[in-house]
T-cell receptor, first 113, second 109 residues
């Protein structure tokens, strides 16, 4: 059973550019979560999916952020017109419906210059 | 998000000692509690989950939950240098998790 995978692991972009991250959950895990973590803080919830349905979005998620999970398998998180404040670790976690534990992928570290 | 508070670190313990980490949470209705370990530059790794009042032991780790006091703790026995990491307390908030800021533990040889 492979774990959660994320791609890319690191991304450096210039302010104003768009970036897209991918997350592949543990197979058969139908819930998928995106979190963001900045230095010295715990992860903050951004959004989550059950199968292909996006069920909740944080108020932290501005309209520059969009997430999809088109076939209920992998998910993408896109940030448009990046800002320096978007620099963070973007974490994906998956969960089997009916369980409580969430398992994190290795994360994508975004640096906006 | 629900508030989760952890005792501020860093916490430095000698090798072989017990490290004690504390966490309080704001929502009395919370039902699920987790401890994650995070090495520098890495992602969080789930090490313990606890759902009922009392103690739960897994190897050198013991989680303790007191819902009446809205308090959850983690004990690391026989601390090893490999335990040096940041420990994150997480509480369920519906399906998502609310995290504390973490406590950094350093085990000195």
């Amino acid at each position: 059973d492979t774990g959660v995978s994320q791609d890319p692991r690191h991304k450096i972009t210039k302010r104003g550019q768009n970036v897209t991250f991918r997350c592949d959950p543990i197979s058969e895990h139908n819930r998928l979560y995106w979190y963001r973590q900045t230095l010295g803080q715990g992860p903050e919830f951004l959004t989550y999916f059950q199968n292909e349905a996006q069920l909740e979005k944080s108020r932290l998620l501005s309209d520059r952020f969009s997430a999809e999970r088109p076939k209920g398998s992998f998910s993408t998180l896109e940030i448009q017109r990046t800002e320096q404040g978007d620099s963070a670790m973007y974490l994906c976690a998956s969960q089997l419906a009916g369980d409580y534990e969430q398992y994190f992928g290795p994360g994508t570290r975004l640096t906006v210059t | 998000q629900k508030e989760v508070e952890q005792n501020s670190g860093p916490l430095s313990v000698p090798e072989g000692a017990i490290a004690s980490l504390n966490c309080t949470y704001s929502d009395r209705g919370s039902q699920s509690f987790f401890w994650y370990r995070q090495y520098s530059g890495k992602s969080p790794e789930l090490i313990m989950s606890i759902y009922s009042n009392g103690d739960k032991e897994d190897g050198r780790f013991t989680a303790q939950l007191n819902k009446a006091s809205q308090y959850v703790s983690l004990l690391i026995r026989d601390s090893q240098p490999s335990d040096s990491a940041t420990y994150l307390c997480a509480v369920n908030d519906d399906y998502k998790l609310s995290f504390g800021a973490g406590t950094t533990v350093t085990v000195r040889a």
